[in-house]
């Protein structure tokens, strides 16, 4: 008994592992793939490309959803949750679409005529991604939390963990929230131009930086409301109203 348990926790953790080292991979490759002016295109290209590899993984080993679509009964919540999932998959193949369509580097073997309005499209879209991505792990982050937590041998009722949690949410929705006017989010989401360039040659890191904010804003919201969402459900419940 005492192997097999010793044999299946290393299991456990590098199940763990693969859930939260994956989509925190993913994202930091999203996110040097939106400093194109500052790595230039074949990097970029790169990037991206092993970005949409990854993807096709965490579609395999999330296949399961895909499956489930089709059974069981459709409440608000569920319909709301496949709504924003089905979003983030058509943006996503857009991207691939116009990735592939408009590449110097990577695909540029292929016979496929390049477009400027394609291009456009591609920035726009890349930057809905990031949107979009962030309402994805809003709407895991209970998993996502539970997976770290167990990686990290913790417990999540820990009260003073769950106060250095909500800390950490305000402060990353606040510097979002400012990071969204510095980089000019706003403009770009609505498909406008834009004169606003980051400037590389100051400063590299804060780019990072400011992007990783506006990535956790959709995710704190996400998650907050679909939180205070169930808890209306739970208290309006014939089961608690009875009680």
């Known amino acids: 008994m005492i192997t097999h348990r010793g044999a299946l926790i290393p299991m456990v953790k590098s199940f763990l592992l693969l859930r939260v080292m ?49 059974r069981g009964k459709y409440d608000a919540r569920r319909v709301v949750r496949v709504v924003l999932h089905i979003s983030l998959i058509v943006n996503m193949a857009g991207l691939l679409i116009t990735s592939v369509v408009i590449s110097k ?21 890349a930057y809905w991604v990031m949107i979009v991505t962030g309402i994805h ?10 997976s770290l937590l167990n990686l990290l041998g913790l417990r999540s009722a820990n009260p003073v963990l769950r106060a250095i949690f909500l800390a950490l949410g305000a402060a990353f929705l606040l510097q979002g929230l400012a990071s969204f006017q510095t ?3 706003w403009t770009k989401l609505t498909f406008n131009y834009s004169l606003d360039f980051w400037d ?44």
């Open 183 to 185: 980089l000019g989010v």
């Open 200 to 243: 590389f040659t100051a400063s590299v890191a804060p780019f990072f930086g400011h992007w990783l904010a506006v990535f956790t804003v959709p995710a704190i919201i996400t998650h907050s409301l679909m939180a205070i969402w169930r808890w209306a459900g739970l208290r309006n419940s014939p089961s608690i109203r009875g009680a």
């Open 22 to 70: 994956l989509p925190s991979l993913m994202l930091v490759l999203l996110l040097f793939s939106l400093a194109y002016w500052w790595l230039d295109n074949v990097p970029h290209e790169v990037f991206g490309t092993v970005l949409f590899g990854l993807l096709c993984w965490h579609i395999y080993v999330n296949r399961a959803w895909f499956r489930n679509l089709t």
């Open 137 to 146: 792990v809003g709407l895991h982050w209970e998993r996502l939390r539970a």
């Open 105 to 125: 580097s990577v695909f540029a073997w292929l016979p496929i005529p390049g477009s400027i309005y394609l291009r456009e499209i591609h920035w726009f879209s």
